[in-house]
Nanobody, 122 residues
Framework: QVQLVESGGGLVQAGGSLRLSCAAS????????MGWYRQAPGKQRELVAV???????NYADSVKGRFTISRDNAKNAVYLQMNSLKPEDTAVYYC????????????????WGQGTQVTVSS
């Protein structure tokens, strides 16, 4: 079993910053990609940012230049530094781990965290 635990959400004023953290634990040999998604009320879940094991990144156009994703492979952790936050960034943010390979190298799967609320007030 693999678990993803997120932290760092909260309430912040527009223009402020927050840093989200996510740590994966369990039977893990490697994780191909880790990322952050968000879902606002009444909207579909959308990609915010993703980072591969090699460090390549991809961002949603709406957060480019404001958010930075980083990763610590040794800790199986991913982070999202969010600056210049806007009210439209308000959502539940979910951590995702893609193609998590177990130590036997025979099983893999995708996993999600439970979500952390980010609220940006105007």
């Amino acid at each position: 079993q693999v678990q993803l635990v997120e932290s760092g959400g909260g309430l912040v004023q527009a223009g402020g910053s927050l840093r989200l953290s996510c740590a994966a634990s369990g039977r893990i040999f490697s994780i191909d990609a880790m990322g952050w998604y968000r879902q606002a009320p009444g909207k579909q879940r959308e990609l915010v940012a993703v980072i591969t094991k090699g460090g390549s990144t991809n961002y949603a156009d709406s957060v480019k230049g404001r958010f930075t994703i980083s990763r610590d492979n040794a800790k199986n952790a991913v982070y999202l530094q969010m600056n210049s936050l806007k009210p439209e960034d308000t959502a539940v943010y979910y951590c995702n781990a893609e193609r998590v390979v177990d130590p036997t190298l025979t099983r893999w799967g995708d996993y999600w965290g439970q979500g952390t609320q980010v609220t940006v007030s105007s």
